[in-house]
């Protein structure tokens, strides 16, 4: 993760912007199994290792998330756990893929271990994480982070609402039940309806245009 989140004394409501993006931005999550293995794994951390999510979207090929620990200094540590703990799960269900494209994804993601090594590790996803520190207390800058997350798949025109991509918190904060259990403020929630409100304009003369 980047260090610079770090840079300033850890509060309790410090929230970080986080994007893992996979290696070669390889389109993984186009299959539901492993769509599905990042929302189990995610529900898993929450529930188990003290992860706590205000928003998530996934893309074919990058995971993003709003998101801090519950524990002080830990989300460092929390996300490497999840990136080993996804990639494990990803390997096995590699099992069940043909033979031409299981040895097509393993040629992408394994690595030599170094320069005079024939040893090969495994790279799901890039080794550099992106974090950007968002103020916890900031209910207009938390909103505007989770609008961004989830108006992705209206802009990209995979959907003309929101809250229609599963594979995203947008249907959490439209009232509908999400795969995966995030963390929701009320008044984040009413900030957020706000832009959704704003932002149907664009979709109504862009998507639907």
């Not at 389109?27 to 794994?41: A, G, N």
């Not at 830990?74 to 996804?86: A, G, N, P, W």
């Amino acid at each position: 993760m980047n260090n610079d989140y770090y840079h300033t004394q850890y509060e309790e409501e410090d929230l970080a912007l986080i994007s893992l993006s996979t290696v070669d931005c390889i389109d993984i999550f186009i299959r539901p199994v492993y769509k599905q293995i990042i929302v189990h794994s995610l529900n898993y951390f929450i529930h188990h290792k003290g992860l706590i999510v205000y928003g998530w979207y996934l893309s074919t090929n990058a995971l993003h998330m709003l998101a801090k620990s519950r524990e002080r200094k830990m989300l460092d540590s929390v996300i490497q756990q999840y990136r080993k703990f996804t990639t494990d799960k990803i390997l096995e269900a590699l099992d069940t893929e043909p033979v031409l494209r299981k040895c097509w994804l393993m040629e992408k993601i394994e690595t030599s271990k170094g320069l005079f090594s024939s040893e090969k590790k495994i790279l799901l996803w890039q080794e550099d994480v992106t974090a950007i520190a968002v103020d916890g207390s900031n209910i207009s800058e938390i909103a505007e982070c989770l609008h961004t997350l989830h108006f992705t798949a209206v802009k990209d025109r995979i959907v003309n609402a929101a809250a229609d991509y599963v594979y995203s918190s947008a249907a959490d904060y439209a009232g509908q039940p999400g795969p995966v259990e995030v963390f929701k403020k009320p008044l984040v929630v009413q900030q957020l309806a706000i832009l959704d409100n704003m932002s149907a304009h664009y979709s109504a003369k862009y998507v639907k245009g």
